[in-house]
T-cell receptor, first 111, second 119 residues
Framework: KQEVTQIPAALSVPEGENLVLNCSFT??????LQWFRQDPGKGLTSLLL?????REQTSGRLNASLDKSSGRSTLYIAASQPGDSATYLC??????????FGKGNQVVVIP | GAVVSQHPSWVICKSGTSVKIECRSL??????MFWYRQFPKQSLMLMAT?????????EQGVEKDKFLINHASLTLSTLTVTSAHPEDSSFYIC???????????????FGNGTRLTVT
């Protein structure tokens, strides 16, 4: 059974610092990995999707890397802003076509 | 971009009543939609996969008679929580995958969720 772990569970950083969020998964046989943002009481917004054959994806200040063999992905957010405060979830698509989610990294960017 | 609309965003109901939650894909057709449940500070747990024109596929441990799913069209799936109890109080989120020709896979798009409170 695929297990997804996100570390740290919560973190606070001053505005302007770079954010590094980690996601690990136990079964490396994945189709893709997706990072989402979730605001309190809201649904999920897709940020980046990395196919299993890719090493990284970039969108603006966001960069996500994938090391499938070691079961890890990292989301980097450059020059953090208060508007980046949210919970960030990673999810892997497994062989049974299902998504396995982590519990999220809860981020607070302090102005 | 692809938009998934979920309604209502929150609902309070009494024990024993039923509640229907709608999930619509606004600008694309979705043959498959997914229903998740999320407890505070927990992962999203897949409840069932909704298939247009056929029966939903439920995950192990999810009662299909309690959580009725209907996917009557390519843009609408509904989840009905029947005879709701306080333990059914949770955040329910639907999602759909927008078709994207040329990509081996495309991102999953989520609704804004429904906060259900059963008193």
């Amino acid at each position: 059974k695929q297990e997804v772990t996100q570390i740290p569970a919560a973190l606070s950083v001053p505005e302007g610092e770079n954010l590094v969020l980690n996601c690990s998964f136990t079964d490396s046989a994945i189709y893709n990995l997706q990072w989402f943002r979730q605001d309190p009481g809201k649904g999920l917004t897709s940020l980046l999707l990395i196919q299993s054959s890719q090493r990284e994806q970039t969108s603006g200040r966001l960069n996500a890397s994938l090391d499938k063999s070691s079961g890890r992905s990292t989301l980097y957010i450059a020059a953090s802003q208060p508007g980046d405060s949210a919970t960030y979830l990673c999810a892997v698509k497994c062989g049974n076509n299902r998504l396995a989610f982590g519990k999220g990294n809860q981020v607070v960017v302090i102005p | 971009g692809a938009v998934v609309s979920q309604h209502p965003s929150w609902v309070i109901c009494k024990s024993g009543t039923s509640v229907k939650i709608e999930c619509r894909s606004l600008d694309f057709q979705a043959t498959t939609m997914f229903w998740y449940r999320q407890f505070p500070k927990q992962s999203l747990m897949l409840m069932a996969t909704s298939n247009e024109g056929s029966k939903a596929t439920y995950e192990q441990g999810v009662e299909k008679d309690k959580f009725l799913i209907n996917h009557a069209s390519l843009t609408l799936s509904t989840l009905t929580v029947t005879s709701a109890h306080p333990e059914d109080s949770s955040f329910y989120i639907c999602s759909a995958r927008a078709p994207n020709p040329g990509l081996s896979d495309s991102p999953l798009h989520f609704g804004n969720g429904t906060r259900l409170t059963v008193t």
